[in-house]
């Protein structure tokens, strides 16, 4: 069985928890998935050393001290106990070479942990004119485009380089490091997905693939649980 470690959310008082459809998305007859506690940073490492995968789910908004920048006035709530395990999570996800799927503010965690950084708030922060990024619409509903380059990961995977996906956000990642390179944007600039330049999975994406239920969002986690079948048979073979 391959081992999945999902992250989770703390915006509850003295409660852990996560949608089900996170768990739902990975979970199948050959995986384990793992809802992770947001403890301390240092057990991050241990973590990664033991799971096949890591698949860092949405939530709330981002501690900007972790880019090195003022609160913005339209800034959320944030959960500093969370982004800090988090980026411990994702810097050994990096460092161990496992595969990552990264969603909405996981992708900006995994962005940051790779030293980039990001918008506090598109709406007051983008240059440029924006479209809805926080739809109205049902979570499943895919309410705008996204282009993707023709020879990424993500392309391959999901065998299309336009698609329609959901959008719930008003954060997004801005300088996109290398080893990681911006793979999709919306219409109107904003970078929706990024994947590593030579790792065959570190993926993130800034919709939400597991409120939905087209063959795109199917083939994306597929894709994912297969990278993590890869990565336990080699380090089994080790
Ligand atoms: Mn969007």
């Excluded at 900007?64 to 006035?73: G, I, S």
């Excluded at 962005?111 to 809805?132: C, H, K, T, V």
Aim: hydrophobic fraction near 40%; include cysteine; glycine fraction near 8%.
């Amino acid at each position: 069985m391959i081992t999945i470690g999902i992250t989770s959310s703390i915006v509850d008082i003295g409660r852990l928890s996560t949608a089900l459809d996170n768990i739902a998305s990975i979970n199948g007859k050959q995986v384990l998935p793992f809802v992770l506690p947001n403890i301390e940073p240092t057990k991050a490492w241990s973590y990664m050393k033991n799971l096949d995968g890591l698949l860092m789910t949405g939530g709330g908004d981002i501690n900007p001290m972790l880019f090195n920048e003022e609160p913005h006035p339209q800034l959320g709530s944030i959960t500093p106990e969370r982004d800090l395990f988090e980026m411990a999570l994702a810097k050994a996800a990096l460092a161990e070479e496992k595969p990552v799927l990264a969603i909405c503010r996981g992708m900006q965690i995994l962005n940051l942990a790779a030293g980039g950084d990001m918008y506090q708030d598109l709406p007051s922060q983008f240059q440029g004119e924006l479209i809805q990024h926080h739809q109205r619409a049902p979570r499943e509903y895919g309410s705008h485009q996204i282009q993707m380059n023709d020879s990424s990961t993500l392309t391959s995977i999901v065998g299309t380089q336009t698609m329609v996906v959901n959008s719930f956000h008003h954060q997004a990642v801005r300088h996109v490091p290398s080893p990681f390179a911006v793979v999709g944007w919306t219409n109107d600039g904003v970078v929706e997905a990024i994947e590593h330049e030579t790792h065959p999975f570190q993926v993130g994406v800034q919709w939400h693939p597991e409120n939905m239920k087209d063959d795109y969002s199917k083939k994306l986690f597929q894709g994912f649980l297969h990278a993590c079948e890869s990565c336990r048979s080699r380090s089994k073979a080790n």
